[in-house]
């Protein structure tokens, strides 16, 4: 492949990826006018994109209007369904609800946010932005924490080198102190988050660990402030973890 190909290649993939990331939590469709102002494509070439990818399945015309496709959400199902991460914690996940009856987060990270792979949300719990497949800011949540206080060093610095904002009431953003509840999580297995996210909100989490000591996902549970006690959840999060932990990681018996 010569090097120009290489660049159109580079270019054509670009403007796929600005153009299916222009659709936001709440969109149900977009003009090509706006698909054109939040990717920064041209609306000649948006009009030619679109086509290719509602053959694909990848969009759907709603009218004059575009809305993703139902071939995305098989391909993000599979994507998670592949590890099986989501089926193996899932029964963890509904225990954990029905025993506290607030919500239960699965969650990964992805740069310097969460995405959430499991939403099961509790009763007695306030309406929360949290959805599959969204995304925080992981400084400003339990199952963020959990995750970066056993995430290497490399990936600490890049969520700190990109700042720690205000999200909550009670947003940690001071460099110093962040990392020192780091290492605090990283000793007791347990991230508390309150009012960090949200005026009222608090949560317990605890990181999935693999082999090697590294976090490939974290749980949590929320609720109100005023209802729940992180601190009287935060073993039942710990255990669900740690079980789950040695579902997903089990070594085999050696043989004789």
């Not at 959400?73 to 998670?80: H, T």
């Amino acid at each position: 492949m010569c090097p120009a190909q290489r660049n159109d290649d580079g270019q054509l993939t670009a403007r796929v990826a600005a153009l299916l990331t222009a659709f936001s939590p709440g969109d149900d469709s977009l003009g090509i006018s706006e698909l054109a102002r939040r990717s920064g494509i041209p609306k000649s070439s948006v009009h030619r994109l679109v086509g290719h990818l509602t053959a694909e399945g990848l969009l759907e015309r709603d009218g004059t209007a575009i809305r993703l496709g139902l071939r995305l959400f098989e391909i993000g199902q599979l994507a998670v369904r592949q590890r099986g991460l989501v089926d193996a914690a899932r029964p963890y996940l509904a225990d954990l609800r029905e025993a506290t009856r607030n919500t239960v987060h699965l969650a990964v990270l992805e740069g310097t946010e969460v995405v959430y792979l499991d939403v099961l949300g509790g009763p007695d719990a306030p309406a929360l932005p949290s959805r599959i497949g969204g995304r925080f800011p992981a400084h400003a949540t339990g199952v963020g924490k959990a995750l970066l206080a056993h995430a290497p060093e490399s990936t600490v610095d890049t969520v700190l080198a990109a700042g720690l904002p205000r999200v909550g009431p009670r947003t940690i953003t001071a460099p110093g102190l962040f990392r020192k509840q780091l290492t605090k999580i990283r000793s007791d297995g347990i991230a508390y988050e309150r009012e960090e996210s949200r005026a009222g909100v608090i949560c317990a989490a605890s990181p999935l660990l693999n082999h090697a000591g590294t976090a490939v996902a974290a749980i949590s549970i929320t609720g109100w402030s005023t209802r729940m006690r992180a601190d009287r959840v935060a073993p039942a999060v710990r255990t669900a973890a740690l079980a789950l932990s040695r579902t997903l990681f089990a070594r085999p018996e050696p043989l004789d």
